[in-house]
C-alpha cells in the first residue's frame, strides 16, 4: 500500500500515514466521529429518470439532468476503504470489493445494450 504524508499541516491527532489517494486536508475533522482520509471528488454529469412510478406507459419516463458525485474515503485507524456514488436525491456507499464487482457488471450490461445507441460514443464500456 503506497502511504504518503499529508500535504498540509498534520494535525496532531493524525499519526497514520494518509493513502496515496487521500487529497491530504484534514482541517475541520477535530471530532474523533469526523476524521477521515478522502479523495478530491469527481463529478459525472449523468441524466436520470424521475420517479418511474410516475411514468406513462407507452412514453418514456420523464428525466432530469443531474451530477453524480463519486468519491473515496476511509475512517481514521481503520483500513477498510469505501466508494461513495451520490447525487443530491440518493447515495449509495459501497465497499472497494462490492465497487469493483459493480464495475465489471456495468461492462456486461452496456456491452448488452451496446447495439441501441446509433454511435459508439454513446456508450463507454
Known sequence: MNE??????????????????????????????????????????????????????????????DELVVSVFRRVGVWETWVVLSTGRRSLVVSVESARRLYDSLGVVLGTVAGEFSSPHDVAV
Open 4 to 65: 504518503q504524508p499529508t500535504t498540509l499541516g498534520r494535525p496532531e491527532w493524525l499519526t497514520e500515514p494518509c493513502p496515496e489517494w487521500c487529497e491530504g486536508d484534514h482541517t475541520g475533522q477535530e471530532h474523533p466521529v469526523d476524521r477521515r482520509h478522502f479523495n478530491d471528488e469527481m463529478v459525472v454529469a449523468v441524466v436520470a429518470p424521475d420517479d418511474l412510478c410516475d411514468a406513462v406507459p407507452g412514453q418514456p419516463a420523464p428525466s432530469y439532468p
